[in-house]
C-alpha cells in the first residue's frame, strides 16, 4: 500500500534512493523509500568507485597517483555525456559533502568504512581475482594498509576444501604487487556440508561468537610462525558485525586482517545493503517493500516530490523486451550520445569483452536539475527527480564510478526533492 502523507516518495532502495531518502530527510521532509526487492547495490563489491584511481603495479606509486589527481574532473572532461557532467560544476563540487553524509550514517549503522579520498590517492584494495586498485572508500575490513614494504608480509588465506573460497588470483595477485606474499592453507571445517556454504552463511555464522570457534583455532594454527603483518581473507568477515569478526581475526592471528572485495554472491554487497536499511530506519525514513513496485499509474496519486532512483537491468528500472524502456514512465533511454530503442542487442554490444557497449550506457536523460528529461528534452513532469544507475551516458563499470555516481546524484536529487514545492 503505498503513502501518500510523506513530503517525498524514493523509488528505489540502492544506494541511490537510500542516499536521495537521507537527504531528504536530513532537511527535515517526512520520507517514504518503496522498493521492490534489493538491486545492484546488493550484489556490489564493498568499493565505492568515482573514477579510475589506478591498478595493479601502478597503484604503490605515488608519482602516478598525483600525477592523475583530479580523477571525477577526468572522467567529466572525457565523457561529456556522464552523469558528472550533467549535474554541473556546482552540483559536482557536492561529492564530498555526499559521500561524507552517508558514510557517517553507515558508520553509525555498524558498517565503518575508509575515509572518503576523491583528491589524493585513495585507498588500496584487492579483489578475489588478485586484482589490485585505489578506490575513493570501501569498506574499513577491505582497506589495505600501506605500511613501508620492507616490513610487511602478507599472509593470504586459502581454504582447502571449500568450493567457492578459493584465494589462488587473489594469492597470485598480491605477489604481482608486494613481496612477501605467502599462503595460508587452512582445511575447512569438517562438518556435513561444510564445503558448500555460501559467503552469506559462513558471515552469519562468525558473527556469533560461539560460531567462530572451530574456524578461529584453524587460523591460529595455520599463521603460527609465519611472523605476519597482514592476513587477506576472502570476504566473509560477518554480516552484522564485520567490525568486531575482524578485530578478533586481528587478535587471534595478531595481524592487521583485511578482506577482499565481494565477488559472486558478494556478503560485502549484502552487508551494505542491510546496513542502508538501518540507516534509513534510523533517520525515520519509512521503508516499504512491495514485489510489484511503483507504476505510473500509483505515482500520479502522489501530491509531493518523486525521486525516481529504480536502477538499471538489476534493479529493474530498465528492461528490454520488444524495446528497451525505462519502466515507469516509459522515460526515453540513450547512450548519452544515440536514442536506443528497438536495435537488436548485437547492434548494442561490442564484440570486444572490454570494448565499449552501448547497451551499458544506456538510461534516461537529467538536466542540471536532476529532471528526467522527455523526447523533446524538456522536463517531463514537475516533481519528479532522478538518481543512480537509471540515468544513463556512463557505464559504471568500465567508468569506474558505479557508486560515484549512484552517492552523488541521491543526494542532489534528494536535496532537489527536499527543496520542492507545487506551483
Ligand atoms: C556485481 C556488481 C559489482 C559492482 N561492483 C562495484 C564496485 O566495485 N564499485 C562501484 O563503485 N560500483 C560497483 N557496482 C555498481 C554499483 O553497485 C551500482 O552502480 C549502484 O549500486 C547502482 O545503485 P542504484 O541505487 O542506482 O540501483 P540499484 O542498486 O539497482 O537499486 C534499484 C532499486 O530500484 C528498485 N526498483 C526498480 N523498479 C522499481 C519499481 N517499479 N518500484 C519500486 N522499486 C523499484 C529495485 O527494487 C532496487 O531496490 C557493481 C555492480 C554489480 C552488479
Given amino acids: 500500500m503505498m503513502t501518500t502523507s510523506s513530503d517525498v516518495l524514493v523509488v528505489g532502495g540502492g544506494m541511490a534512493g537510500a542516499v536521495a531518502a537521507l537527504a531528504a530527510a536530513t532537511r527535515g521532509r517526512s520520507v517514504t523509500l518503496l522498493r521492490k526487492a534489493p538491486g545492484a547495490t546488493a550484489l556490489a563489491s564493498g568499493a565505492i568507485d568515482l573514477a579510475p584511481m589506478g591498478e595493479q603495479r601502478h597503484v604503490t606509486s605515488v608519482a602516478v597517483a598525483s600525477a592523475t589527481a583530479g580523477w571525477l574532473e577526468a572522467v567529466a572532461s572525457r565523457s561529456p555525456s556522464h552523469p558528472y557532467c550533467a549535474v554541473g560544476p556546482r552540483g559536482l563540487a557536492l561529492i564530498g559533502d555526499a559521500a561524507d553524509m552517508i558514510l557517517g550514517r553507515l558508520a553509525d549503522a555498524g558498517l565503518p568504512h575508509a575515509p572518503f579520498d576523491a583528491k589524493g590517492r585513495g585507498h588500496l584494495v584487492v579483489d578475489l581475482t588478485g586484482k589490485v586498485r585505489r578506490v575513493a572508500s570501501a569498506q574499513a575490513s577491505q582497506k589495505l594498509e600501506e605500511t613501508e614494504p620492507g616490513k610487511r608480509r602478507i599472509g593470504v588465506v586459502r581454504f582447502r576444501r571449500h568450493l567457492s573460497l578459493d584465494t589462488g588470483l587473489t594469492l597470485a595477485g598480491l605477489r604481482a604487487v608486494f613481496a612477501n606474499v605467502v599462503p595460508v592453507e587452512v582445511d575447512w571445517p569438517d562438518e556435513a556440508d561444510g564445503a558448500f556454504l555460501l559467503p552469506v552463511e559462513i558471515g552469519r555464522r562468525l558473527d556469533d561468537p ?161 529532471r528526467p528529461l522527455d523526447v523533446g528534452g524538456k522536463p517531463f513532469r514537475e516533481g519528479l527527480f532522478a538518481a543512480g544507475s537509471v540515468i544513463g551516458g556512463h557505464d559504471p563499470q568500465a567508468d569506474f564510478s558505479g557508486m560515484g555516481v549512484a552517492i552523488l546524484t541521491g543526494y542532489l536529487a534528494g536535496l532537489r526533492a527536499a527543496e520542492w514545492k507545487r506551483s
Fill in 210 to 370: 560461539r560460531g567462530r570457534s572451530a574456524l578461529f583455532k584453524l587460523l591460529r594454527t595455520a599463521v603460527a610462525g609465519k611472523r605476519l603483518t597482514h592476513l587477506v581473507l576472502p570476504p566473509i568477515a560477518g554480516l552484522e558485525h564485520v567490525s568486531e569478526v575482524m578485530r578478533a581475526v586481528s587478535d587471534v592471528t595478531g595481524t592487521k586482517a583485511v578482506e577482499t572485495l565481494g565477488g559472486e554472491a558478494s556478503l560485502p554487497g549484502h552487508r551494505l545493503d542491510r546496513a542502508l536499511s538501518r540507516a534509513l530506519e534510523a533517520a525515520g525514513v519509512r521503508l516499504e517493500t512491495n514485489a510489484h513496485g511503483a507504476s505510473d499509474g500509483k505515482l500520479k496519486r502522489f501530491p509531493g516530490a518523486i525521486v525516481l532512483a529504480s536502477g538499471r537491468f538489476i534493479g529493474g528500472g530498465l528492461e528490454r523486451r520488444d524495446r528497451l524502456r525505462e519502466t515507469i514512465f516509459d522515460l526515453p533511454v540513450d547512450d548519452g550520445a544515440r536514442p536506443i530503442k528497438d536495435e537488436p542487442l548485437d547492434v548494442l554490444t561490442s564484440r570486444r569483452g572490454l570494448g565499449a557497449h552501448r547497451v551499458f550506457r544506456a538510461g534516461i536523460r537529467i538536466d542540471e536539475n536532476l
